[in-house]
């Protein structure tokens, strides 16, 4: 009888251990001030290399810009790192949070974000990102 008490208790911290990785990790939040018109620079980098990661949704605030706003997300692909995505938006004319991952994305490395401003305007200003992710 104690053996499958045993057994059956090992089950249920198993589940138990795949069950509270739902709730999720704790978010990650901050923001970047760069000279956004000047180059390309990094917003946020997200993950860790080796790492499995469900990436819930990651947002970026760019009330703080005026010009048109190149985001670039990137990936590393067989230890590479590959340009996923790119779009273009008008500061002025969308909403001041953009939705950048709005779904499931998973990863066991670093995805980086990235924006480009075509405004000198832009330079010094602050960008906030927020992301959660699901540990796998």
């Known amino acids: 009888m104690s053996l499958l008490i045993n057994v059956n208790s090992g089950i249920l911290s198993q589940i138990k251990d795949q069950t509270d990785k739902l709730a999720g990790l704790a978010p990650v939040a901050g923001s970047a001030t760069q000279d956004w018109q000047t180059a390309e620079a990094d917003v946020v980098s997200v993950g860790e ?10 947002s970026l605030n760019v009330s ?17 790192e590959r340009k996923l995505y790119e779009q273009s938006f008008n500061a002025a004319a969308e909403p001041p949070g953009l939705p950048i991952i709005n779904g499931t994305w998973a990863t066991h490395d670093v995805i980086r974000v990235s924006l480009q401003s075509d405004n000198a305007a832009d330079n010094g200003q602050t960008v906030d990102y927020d992301c959660l992710l699901e540990a796998m």
């Open 49 to 58: 290399a080796g790492v499995s990661n469900k990436i819930q949704d990651l």
């Open 64 to 80: 703080n810009l005026v010009g048109v706003l190149i985001i670039r997300l990137y990936k590393n692909i067989n230890g590479v």
